[in-house]
């Protein structure tokens, strides 16, 4: 019962309608080549097939900004300063998000709440829904500052948000999900564009 609860929470998660998507564990499943997300590294746990059966959560990715940092000799990548503790402390935090596709907004949905590291807030999410020409839909969510409105066109890495954390997050990221019709797809990041650090 818990598993169910959690999947309709995540669901509407994303601003999105919990519209059952076709199953994707059956299926051959399509792809969504899309613009990297941030001008900057960044990484993305991906949803399994199935594991989110809605539209917007059924295959896709939560992004993480990350940024090249050296402590005490050691390098690596890493996502937030200090602690963590605080959402100023994550890389990520506030950085310009970039639209995936040369698309048209769909809507947009605000929700005003910035929820404190940890603790996840109330559905719906803020979002930004894209629709390409070819009818593949794109949700952004956990988004903020956002800087289009619904019918305004956009380019492939335009900056039109910037990372928040709001509804159905604990820290600041980006979840990405794709779809046509009731078919979630599978985002496949274009590498010509991935930022080299």
Same mark, same amino acid.
């Given at each position: 019962?818990?598993? =169910?609860?959690? #999947?309709?929470?995540? +669901?509407?998660?994303?601003?999105? =309608? +919990?519209?059952?998507?076709?199953? /994707?564990?059956? $299926?051959?499943? @399509?792809?969504?080549?899309? *613009?990297? #997300?941030?001008?900057?590294?960044?990484? %993305?746990?991906?949803?399994?097939?199935?594991? =989110?059966?809605? #539209?917007?959560?059924?295959?896709? @990715?939560?992004?993480?900004?990350?940024?090249?940092?050296?402590?005490?000799?050691?390098?690596?990548?890493?996502?937030? +300063?200090?602690?963590?503790?605080?959402?100023?402390?994550?890389?990520?935090?506030?950085?310009?998000?970039?639209?995936? %596709?040369? %698309?048209?907004?769909?809507?947009?949905?605000?929700?005003?709440?910035?929820?404190? #590291?940890? *603790?996840?807030?109330?559905?719906?999410?803020? /979002?930004?829904?894209? =629709?390409?020409?070819?009818?593949?839909?794109?949700?952004?969510? *956990?988004?903020?500052?956002?800087?289009?409105?619904? &019918?305004?066109?956009?380019?492939?890495?335009?900056?039109?948000? *910037?990372?928040? !954390? !709001? &509804?159905?997050? $604990? !820290?600041?990221?980006?979840?990405? &999900?794709?779809? $046509?019709?009731?078919? +979630?797809?599978?985002?496949?990041?274009?590498?010509? !564009?991935?930022?080299?650090?």
């Amino acid at each position: 019962m818990k598993y =169910l609860a959690a #999947l309709v929470i995540a +669901a509407f998660s994303t601003g999105a =309608l +919990a519209q059952v998507a076709s199953d /994707s564990t059956k $299926r051959d499943i @399509q792809q969504f080549f899309a *613009h990297p #997300l941030f001008a900057t590294g960044y990484t %993305c746990s991906e949803h399994a097939a199935g594991e =989110l059966p809605y #539209l917007g959560d059924d295959l896709g @990715q939560d992004c993480i900004a990350e940024e090249f940092v050296n402590k005490g000799g050691a390098a690596f990548m890493g996502m937030y +300063a200090t602690d963590g503790l605080k959402n100023e402390d994550w890389y990520g935090w506030n950085k310009p998000v970039l639209a995936p %596709c040369e %698309c048209t907004v769909a809507s947009v949905y605000i929700n005003s709440v910035i929820n404190l #590291l940890g *603790h996840p807030g109330k559905p719906p999410a803020s /979002s930004i829904e894209l =629709l390409a020409a070819d009818g593949i839909h794109v949700v952004l969510a *956990h988004v903020k500052d956002v800087k289009v409105k619904a &019918g305004d066109k956009v380019k492939a890495g335009q900056p039109i948000a *910037h990372v928040g !954390n !709001n &509804g159905f997050a $604990r !820290n600041p990221h980006i979840h990405i &999900g794709t779809w $046509r019709g009731l078919d +979630a797809l599978q985002i496949r990041w274009n590498q010509k !564009n991935i930022p080299i650090l």
